[in-house]
């Protein structure tokens, strides 16, 4: 099967795409910059929710990570995820987003020390989900390929991401250091680095 993958090469959202589509086969990836009006353009004309991924499969344009996830799950009789592991993917994302918000609000110019009630909430909410996911990311092993699975892909991007936006230092939590560091070999992370910053 061949897909398009619509996306930046930065964005976490799909770089667990890209790994999960390289462990799958064949797909084209198309990089936009949405920064740049001539991509943001574009990403608005497809996308009545000016959000990225999209894949396309033929006709059907599929948007939104999860949507995109449980698509392909189900073209490829990929096992679905049990509630604990549906748990465990809404508290990944649930931290994505909100250091997206963080990046986006520091990359707007908003003084992230000042005293806010948001800002400070937001800053609260990611440390608590890592501790959260301490118990399940202790068990993974990166010599168990059974362990290589969209959830894991989703948590390699983000913690990933973090350290290449200087978003968080990693070391304040070891269990999360190690893990990145153990499955940096993993199918599709090196094919799939975004460019340095």
């Known amino acids: 099967m061949n897909y ?7 964005s976490p959202y799909v770089r667990k795409m ?11 990836f198309k990089s936009i910059n ?5 991509d943001s353009d574009y990403l608005k004309s497809i996308n009545p929710i000016n959000q ?4 396309l499969d033929g006709e059907s344009k599929i948007f939104d990570s999860r949507v995109i996830y449980n698509y392909l799950a ?5 096992k679905p995820l049990s509630i604990d592991e549906e748990n465990i993917l809404s508290a990944i994302d649930a931290a994505l987003d909100t250091s997206i918000n963080l990046f986006s609000l520091r990359r707007g ?9 948001y800002i400070e909430r937001q800053k609260e909410r990611v440390p608590m989900i890592l501790n959260y996911l301490n118990p399940w990311v202790s068990k993974l092993e990166a010599k168990n390929s059974d362990h290589w699975n969209f959830l894991t892909m989703s948590l390699y991007s983000y913690l990933y991401w973090l350290e290449y936006r200087n978003l968080m230092d990693l070391n304040d939590f ?3 250091k190690k893990f990145l560091h153990d499955f940096k070999n993993a199918p599709g992370v090196f094919e799939t680095n975004p460019p340095p910053v």
Do not use: V, W
């Open 18 to 28: 890209r790994i999960l589509l390289f462990t799958l086969g064949t797909y084209e």
């Open 52 to 55: 990225i991924p999209i894949l």
């Open 74 to 78: 189900k073209k490829h009789h990929i």
């Open 4 to 10: 398009t993958l619509i996306g930046s090469f930065t």
């Open 174 to 176: 070891p269990i999360h």
């Open 34 to 38: 949405y920064l740049e009006q001539k």
């Open 109 to 117: 110019g908003l003084d992230m020390n000042a005293e806010n009630q």
